[in-house]
């Protein structure tokens, strides 16, 4: 067995490598032909990365101009512990209310401790910054992974 397929993470771990990361540095083609990369918070839904940012943004100009977008999500510090997924992606950006109002709260649910549902100030709050927001679905063309835990110490 090659060394990339012993250390390759199986779609489970995939799932729950997405379920338990904050982060994916979204890399799209700035206007000037180099990649512009930005970390995000993100929702896994169904496998697949979606975001929340503003309509106006960089990166969202960018999507518009060319859809394609790499999506990095890892963690680890100590070569070892490296375990990450590469998603080469196709964004599809919805403007829509109803679509961004909807992933802003499950974004909401995802990073705020300790609450189940938005109400209040809150909803109000997301409901005033979505005109503003457009909600990204990256939609996955190929994925790498990797789980350096695997190795066992062998490098």
Known sequence: ?????????????????????????????????????????????????????????QKVRNLERDPRATVLVETGYEYGELRGATIEAEAEIHRDFETVIGFAEELTLRYAEGISSVQGDAKAALEAQ??????????????????????????
Do not use: Q
Request: charged share 30%; glycine share 8%; net charge positive.
């Open 1 to 57: 067995m090659s060394r990339r397929d012993r250390i390759k993470l199986s779609e489970g771990e995939l799932l729950e490598l997405l379920e338990g990361e904050r982060i994916a540095v979204v890399s799209s083609i700035g206007p000037r032909g180099w990649p512009h990369s930005m970390p995000l918070w993100f929702v896994p839904r169904d496998g697949e990365v979606w975001i929340w940012t503003y309509a106006k943004s």
């Open 130 to 155: 979505a005109p503003k927001r457009v909600a990204i679905h990256f939609k996955p063309l190929r994925t790498a992974t990797w789980d350096h835990r695997k190795l066992g110490g062998t490098y």
